[in-house]
C-alpha cells in the first residue's frame, strides 16, 4: 500500500524543470499504479491462504503468518469483526482432531490385534525380565480405548495376565499385570472375559491382592474388583462367598485411619472441617487420591450389601459403621459422600444396622447434606436413608429441630420424590414426639403440610403420609389448638369431607368387606384405600374435638359418612373383619396391611367425637333421622356378632352410646356391659348423657361400671385405641387433664408404654 502511495505520489507531483515546462503525463502515471494494484492483490491472496493454513493447520505456519497480519485489517474493517475463515477454525479443528483420531484408533486396533498373541506368549516366559517387559506393554497398550477393546477379547492374553498375577515374583511385574486387567475391565466385554476365565479365578485373587503393602498394586486391584462387581452379578456372589464384605470392610478402616493420621501430622483441622480435603491437609493430590479410593472401597461394599443380609451384618460387626457417619461429617467431597449416603440407604433396610446407625448420630449426620445445592443425588440419597430410619428415630431424645424445619422446606420441591420422602420422615417423626410435634407446628408445619396435602391429593402415596402427619401435629402437645386452627383454615375440612363420602360410597357398594376402596376412575378426588381412609378418618376426630373443627366437619356432612363406613365395614364385611383380625396383611393384599378392624375403629372414634365433643353435646348440624338410622344399622352389626373383637366392640358402644341412648344402643349397652368388663368400664365412660332414658337395671350397671371407669383410676392397659400411637385419649375433651386427680400426672410418668410399629408403608424400604 505505501508503495503504491509513492508511486502515485511521483506522478503526480509537479517537480523541478518538468512542472515548468509543461503539461503531466498520466498514461506513464497510470502504468505504475496497475503495476502496484497487481503487487497489492498478490500479497492479499496469498494473506488469505496464509490464514486458511493457520485456521486448519497452525503447526506449518511459520514467520510468515506474522509478516501479512498486518493485511487482516483490510477485510475486517474498523469494527474488526471476525472473519468467516476465523469463525471456521474453531471446528475446523475439531473436525481435523476428529480424524486424526479416527486414523490413530484404527492402527491401534490393528496392532493390539496382532500384538496380543506374542505378548501372551512372552508373559508366559520363564524369564522374570521378559515377563516384566510383556507386562509393561501390555500396561501402555490397555491405556488407550481401541487397544483396550481388543484386548477384551483376547481369552489366552487376559489368562496370561492372570497366571502372572498368581505367580509373579517382582513387585512390578505384578503391579504391570493388574494395571492391565484394571484397564481392560472397564469395558463391560473386558470384565466378562476376566471373570469367565477358567485357570485362574480373577475375584479371589484381587481380594488377595487388596492386602497388598504396595499402594499401586492395591489401587488398581480394587478398582478391577469394583470394575466386576458393577457389571456383574456372578462376580457378586463370588466376592460374597470368598469373604468380600470383610476384605473391603478392613480395608476401609485401615485407608480412614491413615488418611486421619496423615491430616493430623499434616495440619490438625479445626472442628467440624474435612480433614481429608485438601485445604485442611496441605498435600492437595494425595488427599484427592485417598478420598477416591474410599470412594471405591464403599460403593463396592454397597454392590455386595445390596439385597444381602449377610454382608450387612458383617459390615456391622466390624465397625464400618461408625466410621460412614464420620466420614458423613467430615469430608467434602461429592463422590465420597453420594457413595457414603447410599451404603447406609441400604444398611438402613436391616433392623440391628438401623439401631446403629441412630445411636452413632447418622440421622443427624444425614441431615446435614439435605440443602446441598451442588449434589441433587445426594440430598435424594439422605432422604431415602432418613425415611428408613425414621421410624425408629421418633424415640431418639436428641434434638432434631434443624432436621425437622429442613424437611418442612422440602415440602415445597418441584421434585415429587422428594416431597414424597419429607413427608414421610415428618409422619414417623412426629409420631408419639411431643417435641417434633411442637417444633414442626411452631415452624409453619401444619401450612405447609396442608398446601402440600391440597397440591398432591390425587397421589396416594403422598397424601397419606401427610395426612398421617397432620393427624399427629393436631394432637397430644402444646400447640396442637394452633396446628388444629392452620388446617382448618386452608379449607381440609372440605377435602377431608369429599374424601370420607367417596369413601362411605364403595364402601356400602361392597359385598366382601375387603375395605373401603376407590376406584381411579371415581370423579373428585384421588384413589381412596384403608390406610388413606384410616388416617382421614383420625384427623377428623382430632379435629372434631374442638367447637371450630365440629362445625367444619358437620357443614360437609362428615358425621354421615364416617357412620357409613363403618356400618357398611361391619354389616357387609363383618366376615373378612373376623377372619384377617389377627393378621396384617389384609383380604386379597390391597390394603397395605391395614386391617378392617383398624380402619373401624377409627371410623367409631371419629363418629364419637363429631357427635358430642367435649360435652356431649350434638352441634344439630346433621339429620337426626339419617344419623339415628346410621347409629341403629352399627349397633345392631354389633349386636348379631358375639366373636366381635373387644377394641371393636368398645369403639362400637362409644360411638353409639355417646350419641344417643335410645332405642337399640340402651340393648347394646347393656349387652356389652354384661359381656365383658372391660368393655362395660369404656362404654360408661363413654356415656355422657343423663341416663333418665335407660332401664333401672341398666343404671345399676352403669352405676357399678363407673366405680372402676378411667375417669376416675386411669388405666392404661384397657385403651380403647391401642392399634394407633396417636389415639390414646382422643375421645377426651381439651380441658380433661385439668379433671383428673394430682395423681394421675405421676402415674402417667412412671407408665412405660411400648412403642408403637411403624406406619405400615415406611417397613418397605427403598433401596
Known sequence: MSTFRSSYREATTPTGASAAAGPVNFSASLDRQSVSMDTLNRQMHRGRAVRVRQALFPETVGAEAEQMAGLETLTRGRRRLPTSVQQLAEPAQILRTAVVNLINYQEDADVALHAAAELARLLGSSDPVTCQRAASLTLQLSKKQACRLAFAVQVDLIEALLIVVQTAQSVEALRFAVGALCHICQAEQGCATVYQCGRVR????????????????????????????????????????????????????????????????????????????????????????????MA??????????????????????????????????????????????????????????????????????????????????????????????????????????????????????????????????????????RRNKFVVTSSGGAGALSLTLLATQDREEIAEPLMCALRHITHDHEQACAAADAVLSHGLACTLGELLHRAAVVADATTVGVGVSVAND??????????????????????????????????????????????????????????DAGSIASAGGADDGVRAEEVLEAALACLHSLAGGADGEGDGETDPIEARRQRDAVAAAVRSRPGLPDSVAELAAGGVVGSSCVGPAGDL??????????????????????????????????????????????????????????????????????QLPPSYHTYQQEQQLQPEPPQHWYNTAKI
Open 202 to 293: 480373577a475375584v479371589p485373587e484381587l481380594l488377595r491382592l487388596l492386602g497388598s503393602t504396595d499402594v499401586r498394586t492395591r489401587n488398581y486391584a480394587l478398582t478391577c474388583l469394583h470394575h466386576l462387581l458393577v457389571h456383574l452379578e456372578e462376580a457378586r456372589n463370588e466376592a460374597r462367598m470368598a469373604s468380600g464384605a470383610q476384605v473391603l470392610s478392613e480395608l476401609l478402616l485401615s485407608i480412614v485411619s491413615t488418611s486421619w493420621q496423615q491430616a493430623s501430622v499434616s495440619s490438625p483441622p479445626p472442628p467440624m472441617s474435612p480433614p481429608l480435603s485438601a485445604a485442611s491437609t496441605g498435600s492437595g493430590s494425595e488427599a484427592q487420591q485417598q478420598q477416591k479410593l
Open 296 to 433: 471405591v472401597c464403599i460403593d463396592s461394599l454397597q454392590l455386595l450389601a445390596f439385597a444381602n443380609q449377610e454382608s450387612k451384618l458383617v459390615l456391622l460387626s466390624c465397625g464400618a459403621v461408625d466410621q460412614l457417619v464420620n466420614l458423613l461429617l467430615t469430608s467434602r467431597y461429592e463422590k465420597l459422600l453420594f457413595s457414603t449416603s447410599r451404603l447406609l440407604k441400604v444398611l438402613s433396610v436391616e433392623p440391628s444396622c438401623k439401631s446403629a446407625i441412630l445411636a452413632a448420630g447418622g440421622i443427624t449426620a444425614l441431615g446435614r447434606h439435605l440443602k446441598s445445592t451442588g449434589s441433587e443425588r445426594l440430598v435424594m440419597n439422605a432422604l431415602w436413608t432418613i425415611r428408613n430410619l425414621s421410624d425408629q428415630a421418633f424415640t431418639l431424645n436428641q434434638p432434631l429441630d434443624q432436621l425437622l424445619v429442613d424437611l418442612i422446606g422440602l415440602l415445597a420441591s418441584p421434585d415429587i420424590d422428594c416431597v414424597t420422602c419429607a413427608a414421610g420422615i415428618l409422619c414417623n417423626l412426629t409420631c408419639r414426639n
Open 522 to 579: 371415581e370423579p373428585g378426588g384421588p384413589a381412596a384405600s384403608r390406610p388413606l381412609v384410616k388416617a382421614a378418618l383420625g384427623l377428623c376426630r382430632n379435629l372434631s374435638l374442638h367447637a371450630a373443627g365440629r362445625a367444619a366437619l358437620h357443614a360437609e356432612s362428615a358425621p354421615a359418612a364416617a357412620s357409613a363406613i363403618a356400618a357398611a365395614t361391619l354389616a357387609r364385611g363383618i366376615d373378612a373383619l373376623l377372619d
Open 669 to 738: 349397652l347393656e349387652r356389652l356391659a354384661t359381656a365383658n368388663a372391660a368393655t362395660g368400664s369404656t362404654s360408661a365412660t363413654l356415656q355422657r348423657r343423663p341416663a333418665v332414658e335407660l332401664t333401672d337395671e341398666q343404671q345399676q350397671q352403669r352405676h357399678l361400671s363407673d366405680r372402676s371407669s378411667v375417669l376416675d383410676v386411669p388405666d392404661v392397659s384397657v385403651r380403647p385405641y391401642r392399634y394407633d400411637p396417636e389415639r390414646s385419649g382422643a375421645t377426651l375433651p381439651v380441658n380433661y387433664a385439668a
